[in-house]
């Protein structure tokens, strides 16, 4: 015998609804903090007359990536150092790039460049402020 369609039908109703209910909790274990701020991306270039970073602020504390490319024709260290940072990488060669990950409070930083061997003109660092207020990546789409 060929059991009715209503049977089914009801059946699966409640088999979804319960199912619906246990997936729906009442939230009160989780708070509602902003999530944590995404990296911000700069770059820069070592010139024979600077380094420039762009841009050359940051709306706030939080993770930055700096990828730097170096367009002399010597091999330099670069160093990122303000506050208690002081990260260096390097030697990045000629036409090379290299990248500093670092998590920045407010304040000033400096970027400069070095190099093993003496060069006739020191080159200038570049600049860069970090705001204030605290950064976070709610309502930012296309983040993990």
Not at 3 to 21: E, F, M, N, P, Y
Not at 28 to 56: C, H, M, Y
Request: aromatic share 2%.
């Amino acid at each position: 015998m060929r059991a009715s369609g209503k049977t089914r039908t009801g059946g699966c109703a409640i088999a979804c609804g319960v199912l619906l209910l246990s997936g729906c909790g009442g939230g009160s274990d989780f708070k509602n903090e902003p999530r944590p701020a995404a990296a911000i991306e700069l770059t820069g270039v070592i010139k024979d007359s600077g380094v420039t970073i762009s841009p050359d602020s940051v709306p706030g504390s939080g993770p930055v990536s700096i990828t730097i490319s170096n367009q002399t024709n010597d091999a330099h260290t670069v160093t990122l150092e303000g506050g208690t940072v002081q990260e260096t990488v390097g030697p990045v060669n000629p036409r090379d790039t290299a990248t500093i990950q670092k998590t920045l409070q407010s304040g000033s930083y400096f970027v400069k460049a070095g190099s093993e061997r003496a060069v006739s003109k020191e080159i200038a660092p570049a600049s860069l402020k970090v705001a204030a207020k605290k950064r976070d990546s709610s309502g930012k789409l296309l983040l993990p």
